[in-house]
DNA sequence: ATCAGAACCTACCAGGTGGTCACTTTGTGA
DNA sequence: TCACAAAGTGACCACCTGGTAGGTTCTGAT
């Protein structure tokens, strides 16, 4: 069977990768329930029973889709070991990226809009999208607004990602109006945590950042 | 013809409210392209058929029931002239009935989210939408942070608005660990703006709650 | 060069979609 | 009471949906 799988791993990958794309980007554009077999196949050059060939279902298209940008963000990654500010700088450059990516950060106002209902196949996904990354950021709020009880970590840390979710819409609806990064770091300094500076990554700035990971996305 | 019309307005004026009662609720549940008009017909009473003699097509369905919630919330009749704190009270009041009605919150989750499709026959509506809630909100932001040019009032009241959006989500997932109103308000503090009671209308009690209003929704 | 298995297609299925049409039933103003 | 418009129906349309069955073509290790 050593064989079979090697066989496998070349052309069928491939396509494999194709419909995924394929997927992602119709998603994308109008959601899930949205968007046909038909549609996922004649995107990525196949029939639907192609598709269905390399996918049982539908769904499970869906869920290689969210795996694979999970990938990509690879925010897990950063690990909880990071330092609070780190997490932060990285966040608010995930911001600064997505308002060049409206690909991913459509996938994900569309999908999370529509994984609200409990029977949608994204929904377990959200929630534990949603747990892990304030489980990350609370700490690092409980660290950074240290002494000032006001907004407590919990709090803060809802309200940051509630932010940078509602931005995404507004920005989706007319990009050229809404600064999405300019919004997060007047809400940081409006918590008295100073932002970032503008452009880490490249020739001038201090900081000289991380490399650059082909895309990112929403938060 | 005003017999007709005289005629109209009795039987048929029920039925279409039914209709669009019943197109609201769904559109609530699953958003706008995943109901079918025989879904709407039959929480309606009618056949689907039936709907379409009342109105044109499904997308007129759609149109009716956002004209009717704006009616509900009537956040015009709220006027320019409205003073800016009374702004910002009844905006934080819409948020506490919000936590009542999750129907009038998913609709808008679902459908803003959709609507970012400018295919979307929402598209114009929540275009316009954002734009006058904004222009509501700039002001009274001027007026409440005066002297303050930390967050430019176009900025606050964008945030104002994206964080309420993105909190709906997060409580839409998972209700009893939200607490949208808590987050609102200390977002504004962090503004400097005091936040307003908890339950200025009706008596002091904790319970009874305001008066049975139908319902009310997202801003 | 062979040949097993992967890749992929055509054809089909039952069921759902928005919308139309010809028709019957019901309501209501005179 | 009656006539006529409004309300509502059932049958139908062409088309799309996810999924299956069975067959053919391709691929690549031996």
């Known amino acids: 069977m050593t064989d079979t799988?090697?066989?496998r791993s070349t052309k069928g990958e491939r396509t494999r990768?194709?419909?995924?794309?394929a997927a992602?980007?119709?998603?994308?554009?109008s959601g899930y329930r949205a968007v046909s077999l038909r549609d996922i196949a004649a995107r990525a050059g196949l029939t639907h029973a192609g598709v269905l060939h390399h996918f049982p279902d539908k769904e499970a298209t869906l869920l290689h889709v969210?795996?694979?940008?999970?990938?990509?963000?690879?925010?897990?990654?950063?690990?909880?070991?990071?330092?609070?500010r780190e997490l932060i700088d990285h966040l608010v450059r995930i911001v600064d990226r997505n308002s060049r990516t409206p690909g991913a950060v459509a996938l994900y106002v569309h999908l999370s809009a529509e994984a609200?209902?409990?029977?949608?196949?994204?929904?377990?996904y959200f929630l534990d999208r949603y747990r892990s990354l304030r489980a990350l950021l609370v700490p690092a709020f409980a660290a950074l607004l240290d002494g000032r009880p006001?907004?407590?970590?919990?709090?803060?840390a809802r309200q940051f990602i509630a932010l940078q979710d509602g931005l995404q819409v507004q920005w989706l609806l007319d990009p050229d109006a809404v600064d999405m990064r300019a919004a997060v770091v007047a809400f940081l300094r409006s918590l008295g945590i100073a932002a970032p500076d503008r452009h880490p990554p490249d020739a001038p700035a201090p900081t000289t950042g991380t490399a650059p990971t082909p895309d990112e996305r929403s938060v």
């Open 5 to 7: 799988e090697r066989a």
């Open 66 to 84: 969210l795996r694979r940008r999970d990938e990509i963000d690879a925010l897990p990654v950063l690990g909880p070991g990071i330092g609070h």
């Open 116 to 124: 609200t209902d409990p029977a949608h196949p994204a929904h377990p």
């Open 150 to 156: 006001d907004p407590s970590p919990e709090t803060a």
């Open 17 to 21: 990768r194709r419909i995924i794309d």
């Open 24 to 29: 992602g980007a119709l998603f994308a554009r």
